[in-house]
Protein backbone atom coordinates (compact mmCIF):
# COMPACT_ATOMS: atom_id res chain seq x y z
CA UNK A 1 0.00 0.00 0.00
CA UNK A 2 3.21 2.49 1.30
CA UNK A 3 4.42 1.72 -1.89
CA UNK A 4 1.50 1.93 -4.29
CA UNK A 5 1.11 5.90 -2.35
CA UNK A 6 4.63 6.36 -3.26
CA UNK A 7 4.21 5.48 -7.15
CA UNK A 8 1.70 7.29 -7.53
CA UNK A 9 3.15 10.79 -5.85
CA UNK A 10 5.94 10.20 -8.14
CA UNK A 11 3.50 10.48 -11.33
CA UNK A 12 2.85 14.66 -10.02
CA UNK A 13 -0.44 14.24 -10.99
CA UNK A 14 -2.01 14.34 -14.33
CA UNK A 15 -0.38 16.82 -15.76
CA UNK A 16 1.52 14.52 -18.32
CA UNK A 17 -1.80 12.96 -19.71
CA UNK A 18 -2.93 16.32 -20.86
CA UNK A 19 0.55 17.63 -22.19
CA UNK A 20 2.72 14.28 -23.01
CA UNK A 21 6.11 15.92 -23.79
CA UNK A 22 8.57 12.78 -24.49
CA UNK A 23 12.18 12.22 -23.85
CA UNK A 24 14.22 14.51 -25.97
CA UNK A 25 11.09 16.98 -26.47
CA UNK A 26 11.41 20.60 -26.43
CA UNK A 27 8.41 22.34 -26.61
CA UNK A 28 8.12 26.23 -26.78
CA UNK A 29 5.06 27.77 -24.54
CA UNK A 30 4.64 31.34 -24.84
CA UNK A 31 8.07 32.69 -25.03
CA UNK A 32 9.06 30.24 -22.82
CA UNK A 33 11.43 26.69 -24.10
CA UNK A 34 11.13 23.57 -22.11
CA UNK A 35 13.19 20.27 -22.82
CA UNK A 36 13.39 16.87 -21.24
CA UNK A 37 16.73 16.19 -21.47
CA UNK A 38 19.08 13.85 -20.12
CA UNK A 39 22.27 16.60 -19.33
CA UNK A 40 24.98 13.69 -18.87
CA UNK A 41 24.12 12.88 -22.25
CA UNK A 42 23.95 16.31 -23.95
CA UNK A 43 27.34 17.80 -25.52
CA UNK A 44 25.12 21.42 -26.09
CA UNK A 45 21.88 23.17 -25.55
CA UNK A 46 21.55 24.54 -29.00
CA UNK A 47 18.34 23.23 -29.47
CA UNK A 48 17.30 26.21 -27.23
CA UNK A 49 17.96 28.35 -30.46
CA UNK A 50 20.72 30.97 -28.59
CA UNK A 51 24.16 30.74 -27.87
CA UNK A 52 24.15 32.91 -24.74
CA UNK A 53 22.08 33.72 -21.46
CA UNK A 54 22.02 36.31 -19.19
CA UNK A 55 21.50 33.86 -15.56
CA UNK A 56 21.57 30.60 -14.92
CA UNK A 57 19.77 29.87 -11.74
CA UNK A 58 19.97 26.25 -10.12
CA UNK A 59 19.05 23.42 -7.70
CA UNK A 60 20.39 20.76 -8.68
CA UNK A 61 20.63 17.35 -6.95
CA UNK A 62 23.39 17.19 -3.95
CA UNK A 63 24.67 13.95 -3.19
CA UNK A 64 24.85 10.81 -5.35
CA UNK A 65 22.13 9.35 -3.50
CA UNK A 66 20.37 12.48 -4.33
CA UNK A 67 20.73 12.47 -7.87
CA UNK A 68 19.76 8.67 -8.36
CA UNK A 69 16.78 9.35 -6.21
CA UNK A 70 15.84 11.34 -9.35
CA UNK A 71 16.50 9.25 -11.76
CA UNK A 72 14.81 6.77 -10.02
CA UNK A 73 11.29 8.51 -10.10
CA UNK A 74 11.71 9.73 -13.36
CA UNK A 75 11.82 6.09 -14.48
CA UNK A 76 15.60 5.21 -15.60
CA UNK A 77 17.01 2.30 -13.53
CA UNK A 78 21.06 3.16 -14.35
CA UNK A 79 23.26 4.52 -11.86
CA UNK A 80 24.89 8.22 -11.86
CA UNK A 81 27.86 9.25 -9.59
CA UNK A 82 27.27 12.94 -8.37
CA UNK A 83 30.60 13.83 -9.56
CA UNK A 84 30.70 13.16 -13.20
CA UNK A 85 27.09 15.25 -12.85
CA UNK A 86 27.83 18.36 -11.28
CA UNK A 87 31.09 18.84 -13.90
CA UNK A 88 29.05 18.45 -16.94
CA UNK A 89 26.27 21.01 -15.23
CA UNK A 90 28.80 23.43 -14.14
CA UNK A 91 30.57 22.92 -18.16
CA UNK A 92 27.36 23.59 -19.46
CA UNK A 93 26.77 26.61 -17.59
CA UNK A 94 30.38 27.81 -18.11
CA UNK A 95 29.84 27.82 -22.10
CA UNK A 96 26.01 29.31 -22.45
CA UNK A 97 25.34 31.19 -19.32
CA UNK A 98 29.23 32.92 -18.24
CA UNK A 99 28.37 36.19 -16.73
CA UNK A 100 26.05 35.56 -13.96
CA UNK A 101 25.19 32.24 -12.05
CA UNK A 102 23.13 31.21 -8.99
CA UNK A 103 23.51 27.25 -7.83
CA UNK A 104 21.91 25.58 -4.35
CA UNK A 105 23.79 23.34 -2.88
CA UNK A 106 24.05 21.40 0.55
CA UNK A 107 26.80 20.89 3.04
CA UNK A 108 27.89 17.55 2.14
CA UNK A 109 29.41 18.86 -1.39
CA UNK A 110 29.80 22.26 -1.33
CA UNK A 111 33.63 22.70 -0.77
CA UNK A 112 33.76 19.96 -3.92
CA UNK A 113 31.31 22.53 -6.16
CA UNK A 114 32.75 25.39 -5.21
CA UNK A 115 36.12 23.44 -6.04
CA UNK A 116 34.88 22.68 -9.13
CA UNK A 117 33.77 25.97 -10.53
CA UNK A 118 37.56 27.32 -9.71
CA UNK A 119 38.44 24.73 -12.29
CA UNK A 120 36.91 25.70 -15.00
CA UNK A 121 37.90 29.13 -14.13
CA UNK A 122 34.64 30.46 -12.67
CA UNK A 123 35.46 33.09 -10.04
CA UNK A 124 32.75 32.34 -6.72
CA UNK A 125 31.51 35.67 -5.14
CA UNK A 126 29.48 34.72 -2.73
CA UNK A 127 28.27 31.91 -0.69
CA UNK A 128 25.37 32.62 0.98
CA UNK A 129 23.63 29.95 3.98
CA UNK A 130 20.33 30.35 3.04
CA UNK A 131 16.77 28.08 3.76
CA UNK A 132 15.50 25.02 1.77
CA UNK A 133 11.48 24.39 2.26
CA UNK A 134 11.53 27.24 5.15
CA UNK A 135 13.63 24.95 7.61
CA UNK A 136 16.73 22.60 6.24
CA UNK A 137 19.97 24.54 5.97
CA UNK A 138 21.39 24.80 2.49
CA UNK A 139 23.91 27.07 0.61
CA UNK A 140 23.36 30.05 -2.30
CA UNK A 141 26.67 29.86 -4.47
CA UNK A 142 26.99 33.27 -6.74
CA UNK A 143 29.45 32.51 -9.69
CA UNK A 144 30.70 33.67 -12.75
CA UNK A 145 32.67 33.18 -15.61
CA UNK A 146 33.75 36.77 -16.75
CA UNK A 147 34.38 39.43 -14.78
CA UNK A 148 31.51 39.76 -12.43
CA UNK A 149 30.23 42.71 -10.60
CA UNK A 150 29.79 43.09 -7.04
CA UNK A 151 26.21 42.55 -5.93
CA UNK A 152 24.75 44.84 -3.15
CA UNK A 153 22.51 42.15 -1.43
CA UNK A 154 22.98 39.71 1.37
CA UNK A 155 21.21 36.02 0.41
CA UNK A 156 21.44 35.22 3.93
CA UNK A 157 18.73 33.56 6.20
CA UNK A 158 15.94 33.40 3.08
CA UNK A 159 14.34 30.62 1.93
CA UNK A 160 14.76 29.18 -1.70
CA UNK A 161 11.34 30.04 -2.85
CA UNK A 162 12.27 33.83 -2.65
CA UNK A 163 16.05 33.12 -3.84
CA UNK A 164 15.85 33.11 -7.52
CA UNK A 165 12.85 36.55 -8.02
CA UNK A 166 15.76 38.51 -5.79
CA UNK A 167 18.84 37.03 -7.98
CA UNK A 168 17.03 38.32 -11.13
CA UNK A 169 15.59 41.72 -9.50
CA UNK A 170 19.23 42.32 -8.22
CA UNK A 171 21.14 41.52 -11.36
CA UNK A 172 21.24 43.80 -14.06
CA UNK A 173 20.20 43.98 -17.63
CA UNK A 174 18.47 39.60 -16.89
CA UNK A 175 16.04 39.29 -20.14
CA UNK A 176 16.70 35.59 -20.68
CA UNK A 177 16.93 32.26 -17.45
CA UNK A 178 18.48 29.24 -17.71
CA UNK A 179 18.08 26.15 -15.73
CA UNK A 180 18.75 22.81 -16.10
CA UNK A 181 17.34 21.62 -13.26
CA UNK A 182 13.71 23.04 -13.78
CA UNK A 183 12.01 20.36 -11.62
CA UNK A 184 8.48 21.59 -11.43
CA UNK A 185 9.77 25.36 -12.25
CA UNK A 186 10.21 27.37 -9.43
CA UNK A 187 12.55 29.62 -11.41
CA UNK A 188 10.72 29.50 -14.51
CA UNK A 189 7.65 30.48 -13.06
CA UNK A 190 9.24 33.41 -11.51
CA UNK A 191 11.34 34.62 -14.60
CA UNK A 192 7.63 34.71 -16.39
CA UNK A 193 5.77 36.60 -13.13
CA UNK A 194 8.95 39.12 -13.82
CA UNK A 195 8.55 38.57 -17.81
CA UNK A 196 11.82 37.46 -18.40
CA UNK A 197 11.95 34.79 -21.18
CA UNK A 198 12.92 31.11 -19.46
CA UNK A 199 14.94 27.75 -20.89
CA UNK A 200 14.55 25.11 -19.34
CA UNK A 201 15.75 21.37 -19.25
CA UNK A 202 14.69 18.87 -16.40
CA UNK A 203 15.04 14.83 -16.66
CA UNK A 204 11.48 13.93 -15.55
CA UNK A 205 8.66 14.62 -18.03
CA UNK A 206 5.96 14.14 -15.15
CA UNK A 207 7.44 17.10 -13.37
CA UNK A 208 7.81 19.47 -16.51
CA UNK A 209 4.34 18.37 -17.77
CA UNK A 210 3.47 20.32 -13.92
CA UNK A 211 5.06 23.19 -15.38
CA UNK A 212 3.57 23.56 -18.58
CA UNK A 213 0.11 22.84 -17.16
CA UNK A 214 0.65 25.93 -15.00
CA UNK A 215 1.82 28.17 -18.10
CA UNK A 216 -1.11 26.61 -19.81
CA UNK A 217 -3.71 27.63 -17.42
CA UNK A 218 -2.14 31.25 -17.66
CA UNK A 219 -3.17 31.42 -21.23
CA UNK A 220 -0.09 30.91 -22.97
CA UNK A 221 0.47 29.17 -26.30
CA UNK A 222 1.65 25.94 -26.31
CA UNK A 223 3.60 24.26 -29.35
CA UNK A 224 5.79 20.72 -29.80
CA UNK A 225 8.62 21.80 -31.12
CA UNK A 226 10.05 18.14 -32.13
CA UNK A 227 6.92 17.95 -33.91
CA UNK A 228 5.70 21.71 -34.62
CA UNK A 229 2.37 20.64 -32.96
CA UNK A 230 0.27 22.65 -30.76
CA UNK A 231 -0.45 21.26 -27.40
CA UNK A 232 -3.90 21.05 -26.13
Known sequence: ???????????????????????????????????????????????????????????????????????????????KKFEPFMEKLINLISTYSPRINYLEMGRQNLDFVTKLITSQNGIVTNIWKIKYYHKHPCFLIRYSFETPMIIDFDFTGIDDEFTPRLAMQFEPNINSVLDLCTGIGLTARTAHSLGKTFFGTELNKRRLACLIEFFYQQGLPIQNMSHNQIGR
Open 1 to 79: MLSEKKNRKWLYGDSWEKFPIEDGEVWQVGKHILAVKDITELSNLDFFGISRFDISYCDPPWSTGNLNAFYTKAGFSQR
